[in-house]
């Protein structure tokens, strides 16, 4: 559906990106996350042309973006929806008014355009608030206003800026919620730009990490959870963790066969061995759960529990006593 | 003081001068309203359009409307009336009376309503813009339908400044031969010593700016 091909951008001297190659099939639920200023809304702004590009190119459905004239490109936007952080809504029109406004833009009839406001008002669960103005609603009400709106034109792509990041966690889950519906429903592909992680790990089906502009790691999602490559820890911070001085410590990655079976205390028992548990996550992915659980062994044991790892495929890794993960893992 | 006599006199100064007054103040403001706004819109939208932030960023075209905005508003009205009356003279035939007043009104109005709603419309949230754009919407439609529409409460509130200032300003025009209630409180009533005159013109200057004001803060909060 989107393949971007050595994409650059700069403005003024500052390289915005640098490089970018990424592909995204039809019908995904794509990630592209980043600290602030990695270039991940400039690129979501090159999709639909909001933003213009250097170098390379950016083909959606068959379609150079950078060829379209002025004209084309309005054509060519009908196709693709956007959401934003802080909704964009007309204070001053009713919420009907709001979702409408594209589809006055193009001269739709009035039948046409009362039919389609209810029909999406009833899909994002809000059709009571039909008259009301958006000071009236909450966060979360607004986004899905703003979302109703996007897909006013039956868009094939869908792209989601910061869509949840001015709202809680709680109501950002029903965002996100309502975006999986909207794919799997509708069969929209949809690229999502964030920083929050929940968000990447409940929809998002592949993502890719950005860097100063380049694309670190990508992949789905899973994958790039259960390798915690160096992009990812700097995303998401080094952990505090509260390590022992003495023995080993070890980080063993939970993927879906593992998280299922309680391999910890099978393996306390089969090797007779005692050790610590440190700490320990589980998220919820799209699909599943994948986690971690950092454990601390004596020394004398590290070979005995090295060989059991490798037996029963367990994906593990050291941890220094400054928080960073050793090279030598299994 | 206020005896029979008094009345009877009041109102025959009324009835010839200041009434008659009344009405060429308002005609010069509403005839100097209409224009200005017209002008000064056209002016804002072109503003809007060309700015550094705007729809098409258009240095050359925004400096050279910069910089006839901010010439004419560097003129105090007054100087203005005065400095322009050869061109009044040449557009309207003459520089004195209601007629020759409007057209110096109306230079230094629409400059006025021209930055202040360049600056209502830059206030326009960026995202919102870019929201119309994402859906196809023309320049003229993320105008129109965007940045006019969302402005429309503080669109209100300077016409409702605009007008009191220009109700203030056509007695300045009065000053130099522009008729209505500023010429009529200056000569009837400061020049000849008549303070029943003086004080009844400023009476009704007081009526007009408080019931314009009431309405534009009547229509402001409406259009919430």
């Not at chain 1, 389609?116 to 000071?135: F, Q, W």
């Amino acid at each position: 559906m989107i393949e971007i091909k050595e994409l650059t951008k700069s403005f003024g001297d500052l390289q915005v990106l640098n490089g970018i190659n990424i592909d995204i099939p039809r019908g995904m639920i794509y990630g592209l996350v980043g600290r602030s200023g990695a270039g991940k809304s400039t690129l979501l702004r090159c999709i639909n042309g909001l933003e213009t590009y250097d170098e390379g190119s950016l083909v959606v459905d068959g379609v150079d973006v950078k060829s379209l004239s002025r004209k084309d490109i309005r054509e060519f936007r009908k196709d693709i929806g956007m959401i934003f952080q802080q909704f964009s809504l007309l204070n001053r029109l009713t919420v009907y008014d709001n979702i409408a406004l594209p589809l006055t833009c193009w001269k739709y009839s009035n039948s046409y355009i009362d039919h389609k406001v209810k029909e999406l008002l009833e899909m994002i669960g809000i059709p009571d608030k039909i008259n009301a103005k958006p000071r009236e609603l909450s966060g979360g009400q607004k986004q899905r206003v703003a979302i109703a709106r996007a897909l006013t034109m039956n868009p094939k792509l869908l792209l989601c800026d910061e869509a949840t990041s001015a709202l809680d966690p709680k109501t950002a889950k029903s965002i996100t919620a309502l975006l999986n519906q909207i794919n799997q429903d509708l069969g929209i592909t949809i690229v999502i730009v964030t920083h929050q992680m929940p968000v990447l790990r409940s929809v998002c089906e592949e993502i890719a990490i950005l860097e100063s502009g380049k694309v670190e790691v990508s992949g789905p999602v899973e994958q790039v959870f259960l390798q915690q490559p160096q992009a990812l820890k700097n995303l998401i911070g080094q952990e505090d963790l509260l390590l022992m001085e003495e023995g080993i410590n070890i980080k063993i990655l939970l993927s879906r066969e593992i998280s299922s079976q309680p391999v910890i205390t099978k393996m306390a028992r089969e090797l007779a061995i005692d050790f610590m548990v440190l700490g320990g996550e589980m998220d919820n992915f799209r699909n599943n759960k994948l986690g971690s659980i950092i454990i601390n062994i004596p020394s004398e044991h590290l070979n005995q529990v090295k060989k059991y790892f490798a037996d029963n495929n367990v994906i593990w890794e050291f941890i220094e006593r400054n928080g960073q993960s050793s090279a030598e893992a299994g | 003081m206020f005896s029979n006599e008094f009345w009877i006199e009041w109102l025959k100064y009324f009835d010839k001068i200041v009434g008659p007054a009344v009405f060429a103040t308002m005609r010069m403001v509403g005839a100097t309203m209409i224009l200005a706004f017209i002008i000064g819109f056209g002016f804002a939208i072109l503003l809007a359009i060309y700015g550094p932030q705007g729809l098409r960023p258009k240095k050359k075209i925004y400096n050279v409307l910069e910089f006839i905005v901010n010439t004419t508003r560097s003129f105090p009205a007054l100087i203005l009336i005065v400095a322009i009356s050869p061109i009044t003279r040449m557009v309207v035939g003459t520089t004195i009376g209601e007629t020759a007043a409007i057209f110096p009104l109306t230079i230094a109005g629409a400059a006025f309503i021209a930055r202040l709603l360049e600056n209502s419309f830059k206030e326009v949230d960026m995202q919102l813009i870019e929201a119309a754009r994402s859906f196809g919407a023309s320049d003229m439609q993320i105008i129109f339908k965007v940045m006019v529409k969302e402005s429309i409460p503080s669109i209100i509130s300077i016409a409702t400044l605009a007008l009191i200032g220009f109700i203030a300003t056509s007695t300045l025009a009065g000053a130099v031969g522009g008729g209505g209630l500023g010429a009529v409180a200056l000569n009837y009533g400061y020049q000849s010593f008549n303070n029943s005159i003086l004080y009844t013109s400023v009476f009704i200057l007081f009526i007009m700016v408080q019931v314009v004001q009431s309405v534009g803060n009547w229509w402001y909060k409406k259009s919430l």
